[in-house]
């Protein structure tokens, strides 16, 4: 499964140079708002050093990451759930994504205009979750509307849908996201196909100067973002997009040189994308053999047919059992034969639940 995120924000906070320098696809960036008006696509190889440790041993012809998909769409303004900036036409963009990611502007500099007159983090965030739920609440009454004649007519099924949004449509209209609702998987099966923006996980990118990204915590406009995303219950990640810029351009030695001198362990990117696997509950498995060493995303949980079956569906539906030794026991021993010899590769079952990291061989008959 490929990781899909959507890339809201006000209108110059950012937004476009990140997608940029994360993805180098070239999205139109410029100091006036709207200047995307069409969405931009970018997927980019998932960050994984594991895989590169993996191929040193294996000694594979090629290596396939997991791969993560951002669409950037046009800065949102007040009154965009209205159509506002031509607002519900860039939100209908992000409807079937797993994830939001909310660029905020955490730095000043009087050459970027802003939208507001001034950095205001908490006004920015207030300002575009609003118009997400004001978005919701339009598709819910639609659906309710429709629902409501069903219900009339007798209709069991359109009676618990009813109930489900009627909850939805109280909780939005007080002006609050629907997640907040923490609905059963029952009621949220019945509304899934409404893709609810305040449904989907959020998580905040707070966009810094250069300078505040080795102590971004010494910013007082990341302090205001934390407290209100704290209270969401909501992670922050700190990234200067002007920085990732840069950041792309370099690669081996020479990113991790530049890295160190900045005082950073990892780029923004690779803490965005671990971020985002922690708030969807995602872990990584990998197969590794002679052609390929490559990685593979499932849900926390999930056990090794269906994990098996993230490859084909013949390798679920077959599955006979999963040769299975960790990333660590492999380094350890320094080979599959060695792990073998060690004991240290397991054959496992259908209630087998796979673990992060998990290096994994299917066995399957159809």
């Avoid at 052609?291 to 999930?302: H, I, L």
Wanted: hydrophobic share 40%; proline share 3%; glycine share 8%.
């Amino acid at each position: 499964m490929s990781l899909t995120t959507g890339i809201v924000g006000l209108p110059n906070v950012g937004k476009s140079t990140l997608f940029n320098a994360i993805t180098r696809a070239g999205a139109e960036s410029a100091n006036y708002p709207f200047c995307t008006i069409d969405p931009n696509v970018g997927v980019v190889d998932v960050p994984d050093e594991r895989m590169n440790r993996l191929a040193e041993i294996v000694n594979p012809q090629r290596i396939v990451p997991t791969s993560f998909q951002f669409t950037d769409i046009a800065g949102l303004v007040k009154g965009a759930s209205k159509g506002e900036g031509l607002g519900n036409q860039f939100l209908s963009h992000i409807r079937e994504v797993d994830a939001i990611i909310h660029v905020v502007r955490c730095f000043e500099d009087d050459n970027i205009t802003h939208v507001s007159g001034g950095v205001d983090p908490a006004g920015d965030m207030e300002t575009i979750n609003l118009e997400l739920v004001l978005a919701d609440l339009e598709t819910v009454e639609r659906r309710l509307d429709r629902v409501a004649r069903q219900k009339r007519s007798g209709d069991a099924e359109a009676k618990k849908e009813h109930e489900v949004l009627e909850k939805l449509q109280q909780t939005l209209a007080e002006g609050k996201p629907a997640r907040g609702l923490n609905l059963e998987e029952e009621e949220l099966e019945r509304i899934r196909s409404l893709n609810l923006l305040t449904l989907k996980k959020m998580l905040y990118a707070a966009n810094v100067s250069e300078e505040d990204v080795a102590d971004p915590d010494a910013n007082p406009h990341v302090g205001a973002l934390r407290k209100q995303a704290d209270a969401e219950g909501a992670e922050v990640v700190t990234i200067s997009a002007q920085l990732e810029a840069e950041i792309a351009e370099l690669e081996g030695e020479e990113r991790d040189q530049f890295l160190s001198e900045l005082g950073l362990s990892a780029s923004g990117l690779d803490r965005l994308v671990a971020a985002a696997y922690r708030l969807l509950g995602l872990i990584t498995y990998f197969t590794a053999g002679e052609k390929e060493v490559r990685a593979w995303t499932v849900r926390q949980g999930t056990r090794a047919p269906q994990a098996a079956g993230v490859i084909h569906s013949d390798f679920e539906r077959g599955f006979i059992r999963a040769e299975v030794v960790s990333f660590t026991d492999l380094v350890q021993s320094g080979s599959l034969a060695g792990a073998r010899e060690q004991g240290l590769l397991r054959s496992e079952g259908k209630e087998y639940v796979v673990q992060d990291g998990d290096v994994m061989h299917f066995r399957f008959n159809v």
